[in-house]
């Protein structure tokens, strides 16, 4: 192959955009970061690697708090730029305990209004 | 509200990633980039408004192909760093014809998959 899918080079820092979706139910998990190295040991794991920007490091999901991701299958965009994540979700997505970090909606005037109910309380999980 | 949600400046450029979602379906359409003004316009129009990066525009979906995407609501992540756009998908989200622009599943050797069939000729959409 002469291209790479994805191009990790078109991203900024080296950095794609990707996205987790539970493969059962639809519903978008989370949006974390990847390099060509958490690709890499998603892809040989069999389970969610992002890298964290926070910590500059790799970040195996769930190597805290147990809520793993098991991937169904990856995805790529035509642009080969960014990634879809199918997987199989352990416990809650959103370090706030919440089964997706997408628990806010957006009214118009700027406001939110939290429309899901909280799975875990987060200080069960996180020390 | 002193807090701006989500967070634009959090963005690299003042842009975030934006994840298009079929409210129905529950399918990933696809994932672009929103700064302030694409989102206050799609939250004033009811349209989907993202920024084009290789155009230095606001980027009104389906400006061209009239595959436009009618807003049903708009998420916003716990980090206030990621934007999920809940619609309803006219035609083909992906410039190249097929209903969602993650028509590849990658496989563990580096290789792709075309999984979707093309709904429409991009040749008869874009001129």
Chains 1, 2 share one sequence.
């Not at 794609?16 to 060509?36: E, H, K």
Request: proline content about 2%; overall charge negative; charged content about 25%.
């Amino acid at each position: 192959m002469s291209e790479q899918i994805p191009d990790f080079e078109a991203g900024t820092g080296g950095l794609l955009p990707a996205i987790a979706q539970d493969a059962q139910s639809g519903q978008v998990l989370m949006m974390a970061w990847m390099n060509r190295e958490a690709l890499d040991e998603t892809l040989s794991s069999g389970y969610a690697v992002y890298y964290s920007r926070s910590r500059g490091r790799l970040w195996r999901k769930g190597e805290e708090s147990g809520h793993r991701q098991k991937i169904v299958d990856v995805r790529v965009d035509c642009d080969a730029d960014a990634i879809l994540l199918r997987v199989e979700q352990v416990g809650a997505a959103c370090h706030e305990g919440y089964v997706s970090c997408f628990f806010r909606q957006l009214q118009n005037d700027g406001s939110t209004d939290t429309i899901l109910k909280r799975l875990v309380d987060p200080k069960s999980v996180y020390k």
